[in-house]
């Protein structure tokens, strides 16, 4: 039997522990696929009128992949102009543990890499601009394996490949196709899914419903102008569920869908500005509300306590009410591409074009910012969504630049 004395230090242990514990991002929009993170108080590290300092930084070559954090380890991949590099980095430190290229051939907008890579059970796994799928080991950068996507899956030439893996299971599922396509994760065979039907630039969104797991894919119709919602089975492909004429041109979604509770807001903003909330009912969906006074462009929104936080396409920040649809609340000054992240009840704003870092309490009754901080000086574009992780943010310019911000501890 355990005596009182151990039984106390045992709980002091957990406690400290708990109280300190990090969290990993290790995939795009972070462990839950929701755009936020489950560290609390990394505010207190940033000094009020000031900025955190710059842990290190790095120069990886252009693209839109975010930084993926698990482990101790920093993953993310650019282009040269001539291939595709993926890089490790010590998380802490920013030193090169590893990085490995292949060759990538340019395409007309924004070239680069737009994918982030996943980390999973030791492995990492990315996609280049031309759909080449690959797994590396994530301690030594050993490959594992490797596929090469046929066009077919590409929703436009202009674009390339978009989709961020998610993984289900044993499978790695990817916005491609009229329901997706799984591939397994112990050698990169196709386990469903093999359509060669064109999916929107969106990634896979994972979500419950009913107490199962289901997997939501976007696609889009031959003639380019409509996208289709499904809900499948992740461990099958079996559909769940569909609703069909999205009015949007060349599968041009760059804002992946938000599901709650069996309810799902989608945006975009291409050729037609516009957002919706659905809930899922039987095999289809029922549409609650729409508006056209918000339309996401680049940056995906998070919900927090009922409301909706994104940047608009015209470069406003906007707080919509989960409910209605409505707006309770506008900013205007972060630029069309900006986009966010949410810890604590505080959102984490990388602006457009400004090279700013801007954190505003999540607070429905009006605009509030807490910190201000300029994080790209020159060639500041960009279209990637700040990362937090174990008291440290880690921002990406379109140019290649990655900065890693380091938090103060503080009691």
């Not at 940033?46 to 300092?53: L, R």
Request: proline share 4%; charged share 20%; aromatic share 10%.
């Amino acid at each position: 039997m355990r005596s009182a004395r151990n039984v106390t230090l045992l709980i002091l242990v957990v406690f400290a522990t708990a109280a300190t514990q990090a969290d990993d991002w290790p995939q795009w929009r972070g462990p839950q696929r929701n755009g936020i993170s489950r560290e609390a108080g990394w505010l207190k590290g940033w000094p009020e009128g000031g900025s955190p300092g710059v842990a290190w930084q790095a120069t990886v070559g252009k693209g839109h992949a975010a930084v993926s954090i698990a482990n101790g380890l920093a993953f993310t991949l650019g282009w040269d102009g001539e291939q595709d590099t993926v890089f490790c980095f010590d998380a802490v430190t920013g030193s090169v543990i590893w990085k490995q290229s292949y060759p990538c051939r340019t395409i007309l907008q924004w070239p680069g890499p737009r994918a982030t890579p996943t980390v999973h059970d030791g492995f990492v796994y990315t996609l280049g601009q031309h759909g080449q799928l690959r797994a590396w080991n994530a301690q030594t950068g050993e490959p594992r394996w490797q596929r090469d996507l046929p066009d077919d899956y590409n929703p436009d030439v202009d674009y390339g490949f978009v989709w961020s893996p998610l993984i289900e299971g044993e499978l790695l599922i990817l916005n491609a196709g009229s329901r997706g396509l799984a591939i397994r994760l112990r050698d990169g065979s196709i386990a469903w899914g093999d359509d060669h039907q064109k999916g929107a630039c969106v990634s896979a969104v994972p979500f419950v419903q009913d107490g199962r797991r289901g997997v939501l894919v976007v696609h889009i119709n031959d003639a380019r102008s409509e996208a289709n919602l499904v809900g499948v089975d992740p461990a099958s492909g079996r559909e769940l569920w569909r609703w069909n004429g999205w009015k949007e041109q060349w599968g041009a979604m760059g804002v992946d869908p938000v599901i709650h509770d069996g309810r799902l807001f989608l945006t975009s903003a291409q050729e037609y500005r516009q957002s919706a909330r659905f809930t899922i009912a039987g095999d289809t969906l029922k549409q609650d509300w729409s508006t056209n006074r918000v339309a996401g462009y680049t940056g995906a929104a998070v919900l927090i306590a009922g409301h909706l936080y994104l940047v608009d396409s015209k470069g406003i920040l906007k707080c919509v009410d989960w409910s209605t649809g409505q707006e309770k609340w506008i900013q205007r000054g972060f630029d069309e591409r900006g986009t966010l992240i949410a810890a604590d009840n505080h959102l984490l704003i990388q602006t457009g074009a400004s090279g700013k870092l801007v954190i505003v309490a999540a607070d429905p009754a009006g605009y509030r910012e807490r910190r201000q901080t300029t994080v790209f000086d020159d060639a500041p574009e960009t279209c990637t969504a700040p990362v937090l992780a174990s008291g440290r943010i880690y921002c990406r310019s379109y140019a290649g630049a990655v900065v890693c911000l380091q938090l103060e501890a503080r009691d």
